[in-house]
C-alpha cells in the first residue's frame, strides 16, 4: 500500500506495505488552515521512519524526521516557508535504507554522513548559507 508521490524527486512513491502506528492527524481552522501529523511508518523489510509534520498556508515544517535501520540512523528538519528554506540533516543515511522506503527513484549517492545547517533564501538566493561537514560516495549508473 502506498499513500502517493514523495517530494524528493518526481516519479518516488513509497515503497508498500507499511504500517502506520501510532499516529496523529489535526486539522485546525477553516477549510483546515493548519494540518499537522506525528507519527509512526513502519515499512516492512525497510526502515521505521518517525516524523512530525506541520503545515499552514505559510509554510510546511517537518521536524525530527528520524529514518532508522540496521544500516542508517539519520535525522533531518526541513522548513519550507515562502522566501526561504532551512535543511537540517544529521547522521548516515544508506542508499539500500531509502530503496526500502521509495520505489521509481534513482538515489544520486550510495551513502552519506555528517552534521550540515543550511538557509536558502528563495528570494534572494545569493544570501544563502550553509554550514556542517558531509561526506558520501557518489555512484553513476553506465
Known amino acids: 500500500m ?8 518526481a516519479g ?23 494540518i499537522s501529523f506525528k507519527g509512526k511508518l513502519i515499512f516492512e523489510n525497510g526502515p521505521i521512519v518517525s516524523m512530525e509534520v506541520f503545515a499552514t498556508p505559510e509554510d510546511v515544517v517537518i521536524r525530527d524526521l528520524l529514518i532508522q535501520d540496521k544500516m542508517s540512523r539519520a535525522t533531518v528538519g526541513l522548513t519550507l516557508g515562502k ?38 533564501r528563495l528570494d534572494q538566493p545569493w544570501l544563502s548559507t550553509a554550514d556542517g561537514d558531509m561526506e558520501g560516495r557518489i555512484f553513476t549508473s553506465p
Open 12 to 34: 518516488a512513491q513509497t515503497q508498500g506495505p507499511f504500517s502506520i502506528s501510532p499516529a496523529q492527524l489535526t486539522l485546525e481552522g477553516k477549510g483546515a488552515a493548519k
Open 83 to 120: 522566501s526561504d528554506a532551512v535543511l537540517k540533516f544529521s547522521g548516515e543515511l544508506n542508499d539500500k535504507t531509502l530503496q526500502g522506503m521509495l520505489r521509481g527513484n534513482e538515489l544520486p549517492a550510495k551513502w552519506m554522513k555528517g552534521n550540515l545547517q543550511a538557509r536558502i
Open 2 to 9: 502506498g499513500f502517493g508521490a514523495s517530494p524528493l524527486a
